[in-house]
């Protein structure tokens, strides 16, 4: 499969996802905005902090290495071999949930009962929805490998729907079920997700023709399952020790991600109430970055790692590939540039306003306001660091993602410490600006490796971070046009004035936009070219 034919495959997943991902999180955040309205902030609290740190750590300690693992490199592999690596999540995860459950069930503190029911049976519950969702890994993986477009969206979206659906239902039929609730519907998000990869690739095997067409390496189900191969080799050793650099950098990589709710959790910085707040602010926050960045550089990281080899420097791979590579990384630097200085500008001078419509005064006073426009600049190093990541990772050899892995360790310590500090010295909002700072140098790291990586080559893809005087000029004036009518209009001069607040952003977006078009050239063709071209390229899966 060439480059080009992969770019195409990758712009057309992560299209598909986008269109896919808006429509379905868009209801999924109104049923949220009106569960928001039944809860106390103590239930918020420890459902999306505690409860969902539980299932997020389970969940990635046990399938990320594996998965970066076996969807690198363009060779060849064994597939049941690497299908039989896969399976090893499962076990790997019931451990996980054992161990972690017990943690969180005997070392911490535990809520009062009157107020948030049901914390056992929630731990219980969560930690088994965990392993459940393990037992689909390697249809995701064989799902992802082969560049199946709809079916991760379509599997995740529905789950997701249901998942909201479920627990607006019960909240305003059964409230005092407490954390049950939530519980039961994380577990029908696990059970949904399985049985959509389950009976998808139950029908496309059962039919040979179409297993034929799409090149799958198994023909039936049961070559899904464990087997021993031939040669007597359970798992490809190459891979297994891939696995365990990536599994290290994993882990390193969680308490980078997660590492504010850990601190929250373990260390009890902030009640059961303000972390609630402070999630909600930061979900709503990370909307966008969940909508447009996770596709994209979920999609692009494939493209890489399909296109470099990564043992290979940039002089010694083929050089048409390394060419599509470099601008592709060139145009999805510009397009994170742009996309995150637009959610900073914008997004100081319209966050109270967006707090006050989607949960009322008690998001929107207080320090909400000044979280999210926090938010917003963290978004901006959260989008370009998803791209230089994405590069970096499929690049790197496994010695590189080792010595990596020494600086994440430095990094991650350095992290907790920060989020410590700063909490204490100014709040939550010193969550937000101790994960600016790990961003930031998790950016600097992934720079100097692309730098290097290119620097005896022809080509120079961190060009995609300048933008021209003129563009940064519209966002400078975009930014204190909106600023001054968030001053006269908004938020206490009834609806009529937020309406005209919320006119002068669109205008000021459109102008910015405009010039976007005048000035980023290169960037629109590569987005109507990709675009363009996958649209009647697409096919049926």
């Not at 090893?88 to 009962?113: K, N």
């Not at 994209?296 to 050089?319: C, D, M, N, P």
């Not at 690049?395 to 410590?420: G, H, I, P, Q, T």
């Not at 909106?482 to 977006?509: D, F, K, M, N, P």
């Amino acid at each position: 499969m060439g480059s080009q034919e992969v770019l195409g495959q990758a712009a057309r997943l992560a299209s598909s996802g986008l269109l896919t991902q808006v429509v379905f999180r868009g209801v999924t955040f109104v049923l949220n905005a009106f569960v928001l309205r039944f809860l106390s902030k103590e239930i918020v609290g420890i459902v999306n902090v505690r409860l969902t740190l539980l299932y997020s750590t389970i969940s990635f300690l046990a399938r990320e290495a594996f998965r970066r693992a076996c969807l690198s490199g363009r060779s060849q592999r064994d597939w049941p071999q690497t299908l039989n690596l896969l399976w090893l999540t499962v076990p790997l995860g019931a451990f996980w949930s054992l161990l972690l459950g017990w943690v969180w069930l005997h070392w911490l503190e535990v809520p009062d009962p009157n107020a948030v029911p049901h914390y056992g049976a929630g731990v219980v519950l969560f930690s088994l929805a965990a392993v459940v969702e393990l037992l689909g890994e390697p249809f995701w993986v064989l799902a992802q490998a082969h560049l199946f477009v709809r079916l991760k969206v379509t599997a995740e979206s529905l789950a997701v729907i249901l998942k909201s659906t479920l627990t607006a239902c019960l909240v305003l039929c059964w409230p005092h079920w407490g954390l049950s609730i939530f519980s039961l519907a994380q577990l029908s998000y696990a059970v949904v997700l399985l049985l959509c990869y389950v009976i998808y690739f139950a029908k496309l095997l059962g039919s040979p023709e179409s297993a034929q067409q799409h090149s799958l390496p198994v023909s039936r189900m049961m070559d899904v399952l464990p087997s021993v191969t031939g040669r007597g080799a359970f798992v490809n050793r190459d891979e297994a020790k891939l696995t365990w650099s990536f599994f290290k950098q994993s882990f390193l990589k969680q308490i980078l991600t997660e590492g504010e709710r850990y601190v929250m959790t373990f260390l009890n910085v902030l009640n059961f109430g303000d972390q609630g707040v402070y999630d909600v602010v930061n979900n709503l926050g990370s909307l966008v970055a969940r909508l447009l960045f996770q596709p994209v550089e979920e999609s692009f990281y494939i493209f890489f790692a399909k296109v470099l080899e990564r043992e290979k420097g940039a002089t010694l791979q083929k050089q048409e590939d390394m060419a599509v590579a470099a601008m592709v990384l060139e145009s999805l630097l510009k397009l994170a540039l742009l996309a995150g200085l637009t959610i900073t500008v914008f997004g100081f001078a319209y966050s109270q306003l967006a707090l006050d419509i989607y949960g009322g005064t008690m998001l929107s006073s207080g320090a909400g306001p000044a979280l999210l426009r926090s938010y917003c600049v963290y978004v901006l190093l959260l989008a370009i660091n998803g791209v230089t990541e994405c590069f970096t990772f499929a690049a790197m050899s496994k010695e590189e993602v080792d010595r990596y892995n020494v600086r994440m360790l430095a990094l991650s310590c350095s992290f907790l410490v920060f989020s410590y500090i700063l909490t204490c010295w100014c709040g939550s909002v010193g969550f937000i600006w101790a994960n600016c700072l790990n961003m930031g140098t998790r950016i600097a790291q992934s720079l100097s490796f692309i730098h290097r990586y290119h620097q005896h080559s022809l080509h120079r893809p961190l060009a995609g971070l300048r933008l021209s005087p003129m563009l940064l000029g519209a966002f400078v004036l975009s930014g204190g046009i909106t600023a001054i009518s968030e001053v006269y209009l908004c938020c206490e001069q009834g609806w009529l004035a937020r309406l005209a607040h919320i006119a002068v952003g669109a205008l000021c977006l459109a102008a910015t936009l405009g010039m976007v078009f005048f000035t980023e050239t290169r960037l629109i063709h590569f987005l109507r070219t990709q675009l363009g071209v996958c649209r009647p390229a697409e096919k049926a899966r």
